[in-house]
Nanobody
Framework: QVQLVESGGGLVQPGGSLRLSCAASGSIFSINAMAWYRQAPGKERELVATITTGGTTNYADSVKGRFTISRDNAKNTVYLQMNSLKPEDTPVYYC?????????????????WGQGTQVTISS
C-alpha cells in the first residue's frame, strides 16, 4: 500500500506564507509526477502546481509568482511554498503522486491522493 500524508496547513494572515509538505510512504518503487490541488467548498478540485521527477514545474495562472513546488526524490516528498497568500487561497490542499509499486506480479502504477490539509487565510 501507498500513503500520501500532507502537513503544514494552518491559519495565516493575508500576505503571509506557508509551506506544505506531502510525504509518500509504502511499497514505492518510484514516483513520477507529483502535484498539488486545492478545493474550496462547493467548487471543483483545481490543479495548483505539478512537478516531474526531473524537476520540471507547471503552475496555475492564479498562483504563478507566488507559489513554488519542489520535491525531494530521496524522501519521496513534495513541497509547496506559498507566499503572498490571499483570502482566495483558502481551501483544502491535496497532494497526489503517480506512483509505481513493485508487486509479486510486476510493476503496478496508480495515482494516489493525500487526505488534504486545510489552509485558512484570514485577518
Amino acid at each position: 500500500q501507498v500513503q500520501l500524508v500532507e502537513s503544514g496547513g494552518g491559519l495565516v494572515q493575508p500576505g503571509g506564507s506557508l509551506r506544505l509538505s506531502c510525504a509518500a510512504s509504502g511499497s514505492i518503487f518510484s514516483i513520477n509526477a507529483m502535484a498539488w490541488y486545492r478545493q474550496a467548498p462547493g467548487k471543483e478540485r483545481e490543479l495548483v502546481a505539478t512537478i516531474t521527477t526531473g524537476g520540471t514545474t507547471n503552475y496555475a495562472d492564479s498562483v504563478k509568482g507566488r507559489f513554488t513546488i519542489s520535491r525531494d526524490n530521496a524522501k519521496n516528498t513534495v513541497y509547496l511554498q506559498m507566499n503572498s497568500l490571499k483570502p482566495e487561497d483558502t481551501p483544502v490542499y491535496y497532494c497526489n503522486g503517480d506512483v509505481v509499486r513493485l508487486t509479486s506480479y510486476g510493476r503496478d502504477r496508480n495515482t494516489y491522493w493525500g487526505q488534504g490539509t486545510q489552509v485558512t487565510i484570514s485577518s
